[in-house]
Structures are given as C-alpha cells and as structure tokens.
C-alpha cells in the first residue's frame, strides 16, 4: 500500500451516533415551551422520513451537498405525515437539530492516535469525504484533522462524490504523494 484515502463521516467522525436524540430533544423542548405532556407523533414519523429521504440513491446524491436543505425536507416530510405541514416549523426543528447535532458530534475513540501513527510513519493520506462543503469543512476544522491529510477532497468542492472513481482518484492533483496502489477506509460501500 503506497497511499491511504480515509473517509470522514461515521469513519473518523461519530456523525450518526445521536441523529435521533437530537430532533427528539428539540421537539420535546419546543412541546414543553408550549405546555404540552404527551410525548411527540412526529418522532417515530422522523425515522421513517429519514429513510424514505435517504434510501432514494438519486435523491441522496443530490442533497447530501445541501444538508441544512436536506433536513429541512426531512423534517417536513415528517410533519406533513402526521397532517401537520409547516415549512416555518420544518425551518425552526431543523435549524435546532442541526445545532444539536453539531454539539454532540465527536472523534471516535482512538481516531486521532491512529493519524498520528500513520503520519509519524510516513503513510500518505488523503480524505475523501462526500456531503455539503461548508458542513464538511467544519467538521475538518473543528476537530483539526487538514493537518493529517496530504490531499482532501470534499465532494461539494470537487464536484463529484464516491463512489465515482474521480473522486477516489485524488493522485490526479497530487500525482507523486498519492500512488496508484491504495486502500479506501470508510462505513459502507
């Protein structure tokens, strides 16, 4: 292996670990706000919108470069299911689990140790990571990983995400660090 191509989210970064807790308690803090007891429809209604968003591949490699826009539709798509459509209230939820989620997202365990090792030998990095360019240039800077990495491609800067081979090909901007022979870690195909 000459080069090591590393994904970010739910590889490096804990990004799903929390999805749900974090619409659940902006819901259930709004309910309060108004009075309300009973624990919230929409929440089981948001699982399932989450799959329905996320399981279209067209759908998914559009939005995932928009995620504010992609969990507004979520949330909306939510709301609408349980007849109570509100774009006002879809643009409220998603905005305060978004801030939600930001707080709750960390490292995994061991992550950083493991680029420290792979830098200290000498292992050519690079971090391929798909999604929204503000979202996921944050998360580089929040967790100060662009000091790891030889190379990082984001797809809403490039253009074009995984699994597109381009995408997988960052030697093409570097071409004597990051050699043909190269292992992709990363969650899922």
Known sequence: MKALLVDLDDTLLDY????????ERRVS?????????????????WRGSRRWFWDDPVRHA??????????????AHALEGIGRPSE??????????AANRWRRMALYPGAREALVRLRAEGMPLALI?????????????????????DVIVIEGEF????????????????????ARRRLMVGDNL
């Open 16 to 23: 799903s670990g929390g999805v749900d807790e974090s619409l």
């Open 29 to 45: 803090q709004r309910r309060r706000a108004r009075g309300h007891r009973r624990s919230p429809r929409c929440c089981p209604r």
């Open 62 to 75: 559009r939005e995932r470069t928009d995620m504010n826009g992609a969990w507004r539709q979520i949330v």
């Open 88 to 97: 006002r209230l879809a643009v409220e939820v998603a905005e305060a689990f």
């Open 129 to 149: 990571t798909n999604g929204d360019k503000t979202h996921q240039r944050r998360k580089i800077e929040m967790h100060d990983l662009g000091r790891f990495f």
């Open 159 to 178: 253009g074009v995400g995984k699994p597109d081979e381009s995408a997988l090909s960052p030697r093409a901007r570097r071409p004597r660090r990051l």
